[in-house]
């Protein structure tokens, strides 16, 4: 594999990253592919099955015990496809107020944050999350929270004990598994 920049040859490492271009600024990945040029620097990071990585972090942000810090609202409205106006519109604020919520000015009220969280869960299924989960959530500090996800073999390719897929094939019998959430 050549450079972009200046054709030499890229090296190819696996490393833990920060995943900084999600929005959230807290979430490493574990053991993923870079492919960096010795010659003048520039790197290519290749993060696979990223949609399956955002819902695991979706999910993990669902279950957070604290209050939703400001990066992880606008990580959470991104993630259910909406602009800051529609987002406004379905929780019945001021434009400005989301503005606010997502620069940190403004803590979300509890009502809104549940509200928030419910919309996640109903337009991203995650497996197991119940409304009684709810009650526990919106208490305390909000500071970000702090993940490590890693690329793991996902469960249905261990179950039908399938051989080990190439190297070509692993992305797409793997998924991004939850290695810590502080
Ligand atoms: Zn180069």
Redesign the pocket.
């Known amino acids: 594999m050549k450079?972009f920049?200046?054709a030499?040859e890229l090296k190819v490492v696996r490393e833990n990253r920060r995943y900084k271009e999600c929005g959230l600024p807290n979430v490493v990945l574990r053991n993923i592919e870079v492919r960096r040029?010795p010659?003048?620097g520039?790197e290519d990071v290749v993060i696979p099955r990223l949609e399956d990585l955002h819902r695991l972090l979706a999910a993990v942000l669902l279950r957070k015990p604290g209050r939703l810090a400001s990066p992880e609202v606008r990580f959470l409205r991104k993630s259910l496809g909406w602009s800051a106006e529609g987002f406004a519109g379905h929780m019945g604020v001021a434009r400005e107020t989301v503005s606010r919520w997502e620069n940190g000015h403004e803590q979300m009220s509890p009502v809104a944050e549940r509200l928030l969280r419910l919309a996640v869960a109903h337009e991203t299924p995650v497996q197991g999350y119940h409304v009684r989960e709810l009650a526990a959530i919106a208490k305390g500090e909000s500071a970000p929270l702090q993940v490590t996800a890693r690329l793991a073999e996902s469960r249905a390719g261990r179950q039908r004990g399938r051989p080990r897929p190439t190297a070509a094939a692993a992305a797409g019998s793997h998924s991004w598994e939850l290695a810590q959430a502080v």
Do not use: K, V
Request: hydrophobic residues 25%.
């Open positions: 450079c920049e200046c030499a040029c010659r003048c520039a």
